[in-house]
């Protein structure tokens, strides 16, 4: 964009007015779009340098550029034009170079501590608890749950870190807080779930069933961490896994062990917990200023190609996911047949769903990351139940339908009337697939009979097939969970998110949202593109000021 020299023309005001009245006309406008469309706006010395000379020359045109600069004061300021004291704030509010470390450290040194004191192997792992029951080798558990492990895993650190690169300029984060979290609620989640259910003789016991279920723990967290994606700090993000997993502990007790419900998958315990709990903590840190920021909310073609690739390995490795920890024989391969299916009609009611709400009827790359996973969350709680293959299809029909809507009507609604921000939409992904996944699952229930199951009704529902409950009882346990789990999300996520506003966690300001550079070195181009344009615009500011 090109200016006319004001200074040059000003010196001839008395000879050439309405030439120069016209040239200051478009000087201001054009100072003050540029400076609009790049974010910035360094008012003050602008304004002082052009009400000085536009006094000058003609009273309207002054009036004009107190109305642009009233407007632009108005408008979103992004991290790119932050004058220098403010860049020096946020810095400082926002430098881990103590935070992180310290939490860091003092998380890590208790959870050793607390292993060390609490928790041994289990019979399946330990040297001479194995060798003493004279079994072979191969009837070891690990021999049946590693392979499901390895994918589980895969899915934990490479799908859910993957899957949320889709932002422009938070990819480091993306894939690297992923990491970290993961890492934390893993060995946090060992201890919780332990002191639940594998607690022996004061002891916890640990082996690759409990490694799975740890991961399992940690996927709800991860989910979580998508509602708040790009707005929270490193810290912020260890401080809610902390609490998150205790509470994703006592629900998984309550659901599991008291109200015995089943839920292999996790439609209930994992998915609708860990999106119902991050939606409240996202909505308790609502930004009423999140605009300034909304130029790196959004993707851009590699992104989005790395997100991609995110997906591809959740839906491969779904159904590992959903049968890891069912019981050996029919339950495990029954449960992997039916997330199977359903994975594979979700993705084309996916398909469909987002050409068809598409005015041109181009497909929305967000749809095809996210609602065509949706089938595998569906699929959770029934599963392992007779759901059949058709059944399963249906359900993921429905889920990817019902995903597809929610991103292209729901969440604007939750983000403009109820301040919902959910950066990743995990309430289309995870919340509304994980409450139909509980209903399937309790209709599913209510309706097994021992002419379905024969004598597979003990393993699935040992309490119907004991005599001690009827199906439809199972049923109503199976909708209770759904309840519990509700209640305990977003009561929890209403008191982690209080937590999490104080000032001390060293959280983003609202104009610098999204951005890798505030937590991370980021590549020496990048640093070099910053401050070519923080130079150019001083170089402007002084230009002004002259």
């Known amino acids: 964009m090109e200016f006319v020299d004001y200074k040059r023309c000003s010196e001839h005001h008395q000879v050439y007015p309405l030439t120069v009245y016209m040239w200051t006309l478009q000087n201001v406008n054009m100072l003050v779009a540029k400076h609009i469309n790049d974010g910035c706006f360094h008012s003050r010395q602008f304004v002082l340098c052009m009400a000085h000379w536009c006094t000058t020359i003609n009273t ?58 609490l928790v041994q192997y289990d019979e399946e792992t330990d040297a001479k608890e194995w060798h003493n029951k004279n079994r072979s080798n191969y009837d070891n558990d690990f021999y049946y749950r590693y392979p499901s492990f390895q994918d589980v895993h895969v899915m934990i650190f490479v799908g859910f870190g993957f899957l949320m690169t889709f ?35 004061g002891k916890i016991h640990v082996g690759v069933e409990s490694m799975i279920n740890a991961d399992f723990c940690t996927g709800s967290v991860l989910i979580s961490f998508g509602a708040v994606l790009g707005k929270t700090s490193p810290v912020q993000l260890l401080i809610m896994a902390l609490f998150e997993v205790t509470l994703f502990a006592v629900n998984e007790f309550i659901l599991l062990s008291t109200l015995n419900a089943k839920d292999a998958g996790g439609s209930m315990t994992i998915h609708t917990f860990g999106a119902y709990f991050g939606l409240m903590v996202t909505r308790i840190l609502y930004r ?201 999300a977003l009561v929890g996520g209403l008191l982690v998110g209080f937590i999490l506003k104080l000032p001390i966690f060293g959280a983003p300001s609202d104009n610098i949202c999204f951005e890798d550079s505030i937590y991370w070195e980021v590549p020496e181009a990048e640093v070099g593109h910053e401050d070519q344009l923080r130079a150019v615009r001083t170089a402007e500011s002084e230009k002004l000021g002259g």
């Open 60 to 117: 309207p045109v002054l009036f004009l550029l107190q109305r642009e600069v009233a407007l632009a004061e108005r408008s979103s300021l992004s991290l790119s034009c932050l004058s220098h004291w403010e860049e020096n704030m946020t810095d400082a509010s926002t430098n881990m170079r103590l935070k992180l470390p310290i939490t860091c450290f003092i998380f890590q040194i208790i959870l050793i501590i607390l292993f060390g004191v």
């Open 167 to 201: 932002l422009q300029r938070y990819g480091f984060s993306s894939v690297g807080f992923n990491f970290l979290i993961a890492a934390f609620s893993l060995q946090w989640a060992t201890l919780m779930q332990g002191f639940f259910h594998g607690l022996h003789h």
């Open 288 to 488: 009423p200023n999140l605009d300034r920021s909304k130029h790196r909310n959004s993707s851009v073609y590699h992104s989005d190609l790395f997100a991609m690739i995110g997906t591809l390995y959740l839906w491969m490795f779904w159904p590992s996911f959903n049968s890891a920890i069912t019981a050996h024989g029919d339950d495990q391969h029954r449960t992997a047949l039916n997330t199977y299916y359903s994975l594979a009609a979700c993705t084309l009611s996916t398909y469909a769903m987002s050409a068809l709400t598409s005015h041109d009827g181009k497909l929305d790359m967000v749809h095809i990351q996210n609602a065509a996973l949706a089938g595998g969350v569906a699929a959770g709680t029934a599963g392992e139940m007779m759901l059949t293959p058709c059944g399963s299809m249906i359900v993921g029909f429905l889920a990817g339908i019902i995903s597809v809507l929610g991103f292209k009507y729901l969440s604007p609604v939750l983000e403009e009337k109820l301040k919902v921000q959910d950066t990743c939409g995990v309430h289309n992904l995870h919340g509304m697939p994980g409450i139909l996944g509980a209903i399937v699952g309790a209709v599913t229930a209510a309706v097994a009979s021992s002419d379905v199951y024969g004598d597979g009704m003990e393993d699935v529902f040992p309490d119907v097939a004991s005599g001690e409950t009827d199906a439809s009882f199972q049923g109503a346990r199976q909708a209770i969970s759904l309840v519990v789990t509700l209640g305990m």
